[in-house]
Structure formats: C-alpha cells, structure tokens
C-alpha cells in the first residue's frame, strides 16, 4: 500500500465548476501536509500547505483530518488555468524533512 | 532571484553508461533534496544533505546511484551502469533551513533521463 493514495483521475470538469480531490495517507507519524500543483512537464509547486482547522487560499480550500487520516482540496469556480496535477504531500517527523507524494490527481478543466 | 537550476535538461544514454546530473540550488540554502519521478507517478526521495553532509540516502534505488554536495552548494547525482528502468525526472529541490516540517521545498525544472 502506498503512503499516500489519491485518485488518479483524471477529472473533466466545465469552466466555473466546484471539483473536490481527496487523500489519504498511512502513517499516523505524519507532521506536515500539503497540495503541490504539477503542470505537464514542469516541476511540482507549492499551491498550499494544509492544517488541522482549514485554510483557504482565494479559490482554494484545504482541509485536514488526523483522525481519519484524510486531505482534501476544494477549487471553486474552476479556470481553464487550473489545468494540471495535483500532487497530495505530506512530511513524516524525522530528521530529513523529506516529502512524500501521492501520484497525483489530473484535473482538465474544459470551456 | 534564481531558481534551483538543473543541468542536462534532457539526458539520453545507452544501457550501461555512466550519467552525471548537476544540481544549482538556491545561493545560501541549507537542505537539498534529490527525487525521482517515473512517468504517471509522483515524486519519490532519493536522497538529503544538510550543507555537505549527506544525512539519508534511504531511497536511493541500488548501489549504482551515488550523490555528492562537497562544498555544501552544488550538487551531483551519478547513475553507474544505467539501466532502462532508470529513465525517469530526476528533480532536485532545495530550502533555507534544516528544520521545520512546514519548510518549502523549491523544485528546480528537472533531468529528463531516457536510457535506451
């Protein structure tokens, strides 16, 4: 089982949509997590971090459960701009800092 | 400022060749990170050092795979011998601190490595 899962998607949603990614991860050690955006062929860059009381970001929302182990990204009234992957991270404790990424989850956003 | 640079962009090498990836990170940061990412999949680590000390190598995939950082800046990942199943992004990234999990890492553009 990976550390953290996602749904690969890809999501096919209209201009002005509300689309909603979800996330899991195992290992309950888990410190820090966030959303990386990955457009094709480029490199992963941070879009969010993610806390236990929830953070929003202009369109974007972020959400966190440590009981159930589980992030979420809500976009609201999606643009053809939000087009890209959407990589679920999260940090372990531990010395290294070192993150682990889920696959990532594609979002086409059509006119 | 500059960015975390790469160099190749684009590699191609045959079954058993010996590879060289440069990495610049950003001027003054602390922790640099080297990750692999297959095609369709995400990022996975490879390696970490803080300054010029390489402090986990847990993720490098065999013995053919060595990395360096001796002046604390610049840094190289070797690929010995490669193999096809090493094609893959190799992306380095950087952040100004060694501690703290909430640390961005900024990503540099990536070495596209195709082995034939």
């Known amino acids: 089982r990976k550390e953290v899962e996602q749904d690969p998607g890809p999501f096919n949603v209209p201009e002005g949509a509300t689309v909603a990614f979800n996330c899991t991860y195992s290992?309950?050690?888990?410190?820090?997590f966030f959303w990386y955006r990955q457009d094709c062929r480029k490199e992963p860059k941070l879009l969010m971090s993610v806390y236990s009381s929830g953070n929003e970001d202009g369109r974007f929302t972020a959400q966190l459960n440590r009981a159930s182990q589980y992030i979420s990204l809500l976009i609201r009234d999606s643009k053809l701009s939000d087009s890209a992957t959407y990589l679920c991270v999260v940090n372990v404790s531990g010395a290294t800092n070192k993150l682990i990424f889920g696959t990532g989850t594609l979002l086409a956003v059509q006119p | 400022g500059a960015g975390v640079s790469q160099s190749p962009r684009y590699k191609v090498a045959k079954r058993g060749q010996d590879v060289a990836l440069r990495c610049d990170p950003i001027?003054?940061?602390?922790?640099l990170f080297w990750y692999q990412q297959a095609l369709g999949q995400g990022p996975e680590f490879l390696t970490y050092f803080q300054n010029e000390a390489q402090l986990d190598k847990s993720g490098l995939p065999s013995d053919r795979f060595f990395a360096e950082r001796p002046e604390g800046s610049v840094s190289t990942l070797k690929i010995q011998r490669t193999q096809q199943e090493d094609s893959a992004v190799y992306l380095c990234?950087?952040?100004?601190?060694?501690?703290?999990?909430?640390?961005?890492?900024?990503f540099g553009p990536g070495t596209r490595l195709l082995v034939l």
């Open positions: 990234a950087s952040s100004p601190r060694t501690t703290g999990s909430q640390e961005t890492q900024y």
């Open positions: 001027s003054g940061h602390v922790s």
């Open positions: 290992n309950s050690a888990s410190q820090s």
